[in-house]
T-cell receptor, first 117, second 114 residues
């Protein structure tokens, strides 16, 4: 059974550019969430989608956005890149709706490492 | 506001030792707690998930406990091996956070030397 797949694995951008990252969840998983990992802030929640609806959003500026497609694949976009956006972006998928329903176990991909110059 | 703390931040042990990693959280209103492993430059690998109604979970040489009332969880690793070297992260899924919004600790960096 294939795991969570993230593309691209590595990318380099310059300030002011935008970037789109892709995540394919485990087959059958309908919840997809995104996290940013940096040495200084650790792992921080960005947003979560279930059945194409954003259910939750973390404390990030509006430059960070995302969406989910009908096949549960998800993308996140960062516009007007800043040096501080350099990070490992991790996607996680879950079978359960979350909360008190089901196990809520999250499975993570290998991440997309973004470097902003 | 939910906060998760992991102690120690780093640990170096000889191969074969049994060891305990600690995780504490400030708000007991959680759906579950999950332990992960992260190798350098890699994603997170789920190790154990403990639902709020459970006290412990076991997988192979790993055993995780949960005491919601005291806001604590421990990850016990038996007979450690060099391959166990990684960063171990615990994360809670809180009621207040919404769905599948994990709050992570900073991790414990473990080194097991031969």
């Amino acid at each position: 059974k294939a795991g969570v797949t993230q593309t691209p694995r590595y990318l380099i951008k310059t300030r002011g550019q935008q970037v789109t990252l892709s995540c394919s969840p485990i087959s059958g998983h309908r919840s997809v969430s995104w996290y940013q990992q940096t040495p200084g802030q650790g792992l921080q929640f960005l947003f979560e989608y279930f059945s194409e609806t954003q259910r939750n959003k973390g404390n990030f500026p509006g430059r960070f956005s995302g969406r989910q497609f009908s096949n549960s694949r998800s993308e996140m976009n960062v516009s007007t890149l800043e040096l501080g956006d350099s990070a490992l972006y991790l996607c996680a998928s879950s079978l359960a709706r979350g909360g008190g329903q089901g196990t809520g176990e999250l499975f993570f991909g290998e991440g997309s490492r973004l470097t902003v110059l | 506001k939910q906060e998760v703390t992991q102690i120690p931040a780093a640990l170096s042990v000889p191969e074969g030792e049994n060891l305990v990693l600690n995780c504490s959280f400030t708000d007991s209103a959680i759906y579950n707690l999950q332990w992960f492993r992260q190798d350098p430059g890699k994603g997170l690998t789920s190790l154990l998930l403990i639902q709020s109604s459970q006290r412990e979970q076991t997988s192979g040489r790993l055993n995780a406990s949960l005491d919601k009332s005291s806001g604590r969880s421990t990850l016990y690793i038996a007979a450690s091996q060099p391959g166990d070297s990684a960063t171990y992260l615990c994360a809670v899924n809180p009621f207040s956070g919404g769905y599948n919004k994990l709050i992570f600790g900073a991790g414990t960096r473990l080194a097991v030397h031969p």
